[in-house]
């Protein structure tokens, strides 16, 4: 998909050096249906982020998520942006 | 709209213009103090008829706003008055001529409730109450069945279902026709005034819509969600006695004259029918399942916590959901031969196919020009389209009318809607990030409803539909508890691309998120985001 953005924040170094953020690219995704109500799911997006000091940024995000019962889940998650890489374990209650 | 779902209405529609407050009679002390006796103003059946739940300080308040609806000055707070009120009332005088505007007439649930405990009948009057009767005669109910109308995304109204009654008509005697056709939809809904999104929201949030029943036949109903918008529809026939499908019946009677404040996330159409259920069968308890929060998928897993409530489960695919099913049973000559007869009905078959082949493909060809149609049913290029359909049928027709159509496709038992995990969603976690070589705890909670990744049971599979997504992470190094990321609301509808589809996939959402680049060093945004929509098939 194409991904257009506007983000706002005091601390942004944005257009022109402004407190907003414009953020234009490709986002794709995939997403896998494994055996045991297992989901993985991997997402990517590449933003051009024009008349910034910033020339571009990423984000790539993947999810390898499991169904314990219809209202009970764990999965892993890892994130990937341009000055950090996180991997995180998680569990899901519905309610 | 049937001819008889008109006539309900014109009849109900005069019948609110009769209504008037009946004149005061005072009831035989006998009577109240029966009534007294029995406390059936505290009864569960009493309360719920009325729609009576606890306020804020713990005391009845119902939840009908309409005046019409209370006999009493006091009657919306007090269930007692209310009840002698409508003693009272019933023991009125009869106006000539004003037969529907008396009370035995306009409340005749209640009247079936005291007269069942107090056995009222013999000490009142008997007005022949016509527009009542018309409106009995023409429901006639047998049975009665919640209806859920799956989300499909890209109708963003329905994006959180929708479900509402079909009241089975008892059929007459020779009687062919559909029972679609004879049964009746009935819904509560919000009587919008405003095409402005934000006063919409507003208004929709804070109860300024008066919410109605209102009712339809079912086939219009079917047309409405299974062709129109593309929604699959789960039918739930529910198990009630005879006297509760009678009690629902003019229950309802009851409440189309009225109005009861709606209020899209807490009090909707959901909420309401589940109401009006446990106004006709007080032995069941449904409402107290449901989070404050009620979402249409929520009250049919209500359904299922009261054993054997629930008789039987029917499938009915939406129009969209038919030409899959048959288009995937097509080989890949078939589904070639189906794509030429969609440009050109005239199309000839190879010889090689056989009969039974051909049919198929004409079936599939027709389903695929009726989805096409409903999908813009305005649409300039709809003339081409109808004749081509037309042709097809004939073809089809002269082929062979003995052969039957193709089987129904079976019901995806997997994306039955009670089969969903609850709305709400808490999330703990702990992990480790490079950018301070430390680990985090994360918390999250979610208003509502579904990504991607959830399970998958009883939920669409290819769109996303999030609100108020929040994420609190500490940061055990630096001991600091942060805001991570807040989802206000987000949309993702994935559309197959197929050469029989060509629906474009979108995402909309509003977010705030912690960035990690050097744009801007671990600050806090908040954004919009709109993705252009895809041509490629996606996920």
């Known amino acids: 998909m194409a991904d257009t953005y506007v983000v706002f924040s005091g601390a942004l170094d944005g257009i022109g050096g402004s407190l907003v953020r414009v953020g234009v690219g490709p986002y794709a995704g995939l997403r896998v249906r494994l055996p045991a109500k297992t989901i993985a799911l991997l997402t990517g997006s590449l933003s051009y982020l024009p008349a910034q000091r910033l020339r571009a940024t990423y984000d790539v995000r993947a999810v390898v998520r499991s169904s314990l019962g219809k209202d009970v889940a764990v999965g892993v998650e890892a994130a990937m942006q341009p000055s950090s890489l996180e991997v995180q374990l998680s569990s899901y209650l519905y309610f | ?539």
């Open chain 2, 1 to 539: 709209m049937t001819v008889h779902a008109l006539a309900l209405r014109l009849i109900l529609a005069l019948s609110l213009l009769c209504f008037s407050a009946g004149a005061a009679a005072s009831a035989e002390p006998r009577m109240i103090a029966d009534a007294r006796a029995m406390r059936l103003a505290q009864s569960v059946a009493w309360q719920r008829l009325l729609h009576y739940r606890p306020g804020v300080w713990g005391t009845p308040v119902s939840e009908v706003d309409g005046e019409e609806f209370f006999l009493a000055p006091t009657g919306k707070h007090d269930p007692e008055a209310e009840l002698e009120a409508t003693l009272n009332a019933f023991l009125a005088p009869v106006v000539p001529g004003h037969e529907d505007a008396h009370a035995l007439c306009r409340f005749p649930a209640r009247r079936f409730f005291l007269d069942e405990r107090l056995h009222l009948e013999g000490r009142l009057h008997a007005p022949t109450c016509p527009a009542l009767a018309v409106y009995n005669a023409a429901l006639d109910p047998e049975a009665v069945t919640i209806v859920y109308s799956a989300n499909y995304l890209n109708n963003p109204a329905s994006a959180f279902g929708h479900t509402f009654v079909r009241v089975k008509r008892r059929r007459p005697a020779g009687n062919t026709e559909p029972s679609e056709r004879l049964d009746f939809g009935v819904d509560y809904i919000a009587n919008t005034d405003t095409h402005n999104p934000l006063l919409y929201a507003f208004k929709g949030l804070t109860g300024l819509f008066p919410g109605v029943f209102r009712f339809h036949s079912y086939e219009y109903k079917i047309r409405e969600y299974g062709n129109s918008e593309a929604r699959d529809l789960w039918e739930y026939d529910l198990a009630l006695t005879p006297p509760e499908v009678r009690l629902f019946a003019l229950h309802l009677w009851e409440l189309f004259a009225t109005h009861i404040d709606y209020f899209y996330l807490t009090q909707n159409c959901s909420y309401h029918v589940l109401a009006a259920i446990e106004a006709a069968a007080p032995r069941i308890d449904l409402l107290s399942s449901l989070n404050t929060v009620v979402l249409p998928k929520d009250t049919i897993k209500a359904l299922f916590t009261v054993p054997g409530l629930v008789r039987d489960i029917r499938y009915r695919p939406s129009l969209r959901s038919q030409f899959r099913g048959q288009v995937a049973r097509l080989g890949p000559r078939e589904k070639d031969m189906v794509e030429r007869l969609t440009h050109d009905p005239t199309a000839p078959m190879p010889s090689n196919f056989s009969i039974v082949e051909r049919v198929r493909m004409l079936d599939a060809a027709v389903l695929v020009l009726d989805a096409r149609l409903a999908k813009a049913p305005k649409s300039g290029k709809n003339a081409n389209i109808v004749t081509a359909r037309a042709w097809l049928v004939q073809r089809r027709d002269l082929l062979s009318q003995s052969l039957p159509p193709a089987p129904p496709i079976s019901a995806p038992l997997d994306k039955a809607p009670e089969r969903g995990h609850d709305s709400m969603r808490i999330t703990f976690g702990t992990g480790i990030t490079s950018q301070y070589g430390n680990g985090f705890a994360t918390f999250g909670y979610r208003l509502a409803l579904h990504d991607l990744a959830d399970p998958p049971d009883g939920e669409p599979e290819l769109s996303q539909l999030q609100f108020l997504d929040t994420h609190l992470r500490y940061d055990i190094g630096r001991r600091a508890l942060t805001l991570d990321s807040i989802t206000f609301a987000e949309l993702l509808a994935l559309n197959p691309l197929t050469r029989f589809e060509k629906a474009l996939s979108w995402r909309a959402r509003a977010f705030g998120v912690r960035l990690h680049d050097r744009g801007c060093a671990t600050s806090r945004s908040v954004g919009r985001s709109a993705p252009r929509p895809s041509t490629q098939p996606s996920f």
